[in-house]
Structure formats: structure tokens, C-alpha cells
């Protein structure tokens, strides 16, 4: 089969034009890149496990009616998805302090905060993904009023949601990043969950030792990143079948 026509690559995925109007095949890479791209590695393996974790996750969400790109798992390394126009916000919601808002506001990392904080972030590599509020974004119309009002309920019922399931597993979800996208069906627009939810977006401690087991290992040179990202995926009980060997998977498209 004639490789597909690529749309557009990005640091951890490739945009491919899909087999039918309106649909996209999304590609995980092992690259890793962190601090806007300063730092650049390869996680073996990472791409499969965020392919698997992303549609576990995606198809839970779905299961309690959150709306989201995600059709189905094409293969290891790819995915069938719904081709939507990305709002150019990424959304952190924030539990406990990490990262970013520990540094800013001098809190200690691993303070539980006295409730879940929503933040909004320009997409724009450029400008470093500045911070921004809704008055900057409703202003500038990257997003309107309604699709805020859509894009805050659907976040704040992810976060229930990914807080009880890894909970469950015995992980802590410290925040995490989501992205949105305008879904065109007919006349219709809707707000839908896109891009992916995968431990290069999401911060996931151990809930008894605290160990992170996300992309903080890659960023502060922690070791053992392939084994956390597996990890994660053990626990939510969905290794590939033929187990941690065979991580890399195939190299060719299908
Ligand atoms: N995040 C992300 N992409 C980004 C920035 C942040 O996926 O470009 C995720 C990050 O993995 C963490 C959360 O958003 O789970 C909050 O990140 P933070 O603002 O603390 O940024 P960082 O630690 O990357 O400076």
C-alpha cells in the first residue's frame, strides 16, 4: 500500500491524511523532546504505549459520553482519528503542585492544592506557549465564550475522571495537558477532546513512594523512563500482548 500523504509531524506524533474524508491517522513516535524542544531524546518503545494508553483512555472518556477525536487503534504505532480544527490552547489542570506552578508561586512540589486549577496556555512554540487567561483568548478568538464554557465542563469532568481511574490503579495524577478541537459534522460544530492523554502529558506518581512515572524522568534524567511509561500500562492493565520485547514495533507504515 502507497504511504500516506503527511499532513503535518510535530514532536511526538505524525499527521497523516486518512483513508476517508474527515478522518486522520495519528503516528506515535519515541521521540522526546522537552524545554520547547532544547532537549531532544528517543524513549524506546514510548510511541506504542502512548498509542495503547491514549485509546484506553480516550475510550473510557467516551464510555461516559466526553466526546473525543479518537476512532479506533490502527496498528502499534497508529490510530484512526476524527480530523478536527485544533483550538490553539493547551488546558493544564493542576491537583498537586509540580513542575511549572511550583517554581512560579514558590510552592512546594507535591502540596495538594486547596482545589483543582485550570490554566491556559498559547500554542505557539515561538512565544514558548505563553500563559494566558480567557479574556486573552475570548478576546483574540482563539476560543469563543461557548466553546470555553464546553472546554472548562469537559475538563473538570476529565480530571474527576482520570483522578478515580488511576487512582485505582494506585497512581496519583499530579495535572496533566489536554487539547481541544472543533469537531464539523453537517451543520453542527461541536467541542471535542483531541490530541492524546499519555504519561508525555500527564504527571503520574506512585500514590504509596511518590516515584514519578511520566515524562519527568526524560526532563530531569531520572533513568528508567521506558520502564515507567510500562509500568503505567501494566497497571491499567493493557501491555502489548506480546508483552515489553516487542515495544519498538514495526517501523513501516501500514
Ligand atoms: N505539559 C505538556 N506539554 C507542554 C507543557 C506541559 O504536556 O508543552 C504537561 C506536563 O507534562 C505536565 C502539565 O502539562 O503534566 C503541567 O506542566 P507544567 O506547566 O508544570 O510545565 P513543565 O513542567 O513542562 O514546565
Known amino acids: ?47 506504542v504505549l502512548n498509542n495503547r494508553i491514549s485509546e484506553f483512555l480516550m475510550t473510557k472518556l467516551a464510555e461516559i459520553n466526553i466526546p473525543t477525536h479518537f476512532i479506533r ?4 504505532r497508529e490510530q484512526l482519528i476524527k480530523e478536527v480544527e485544533i483550538v490553539p490552547i493547551e488546558v493544564v489542570v493542576r491537583n498537586i503542585a509540580a513542575g511549572s506552578i511550583a517554581q512560579r508561586l514558590g510552592i512546594p512540589e507535591g502540596t495538594r492544592l486547596p482545589r483543582s486549577i485550570v490554566e491556559y496556555y498559547y500554542k505557539n512554540d515561538q512565544l514558548n506557549d ?8 475570548t478576546a483574540f478568538g482563539w476560543a469563543t465564550p461557548q466553546d470555553m464554557d464546553d472546554i472548562i ?3 473538570l469532568r476529565i480530571n474527576d475522571f482520570l483522578t478515580g481511574l488511576f487512582l485505582g490503579v494506585g497512581i496519583t495524577l499530579v495535572d496533566f495537558k489536554i487539547e481541544f478541537g472543533r469537531l464539523y459534522e453537517n451543520e453542527d460544530m461541536r467541542i471535542v477532546l483531541a490530541d492524546e492523554i499519555s504519561p508525555d502529558n500527564c504527571r503520574l506518581w506512585d500514590a504509596k513512594t511518590n516515584e514519578k512515572m511520566d515524562k519527568d524522568r526524560f526532563r ?5 523512563i521506558e520502564e515507567a511509561y510500562q509500568e ?3 497497571r491499567l492493565g493493557i501491555l502489548p500482548e506480546a508483552g515489553a520485547r516487542d515495544l519498538k514495533g514495526p517501523e513501516t507504515m501500514q
Not at 487503534?73 to 502499534?76: D, F, H, I, S
Not at 505563553?130 to 483568548?137: A, C, D, L, Q, T
Not at 530531569?220 to 528508567?224: A, I, P, T
Open 153 to 155: 465542563h469537559l475538563t
Open 1 to 47: 500500500m502507497a504511504r500516506r500523504r503527511q499532513l503535518y509531524e510535530g514532536k511526538a506524533k505524525i499527521l497523516f491524511e486518512g483513508p476517508e474524508p474527515g478522518t486522520l491517522v495519528q503516528y506515535f513516535k519515541d521521540d522526546a523532546t522537552a524545554f520547547n524542544a532544547q532537549k531532544k531524546g528517543t524513549i524506546t518503545g514510548k510511541g
Open 232 to 234: 503505567v500500562a501494566r
Open 130 to 137: 505563553p500563559m494566558v487567561g480567557e479574556e486573552h483568548i
Open 220 to 224: 530531569r534524567d531520572l533513568g528508567k
Open 73 to 76: 487503534r490502527l496498528n502499534m
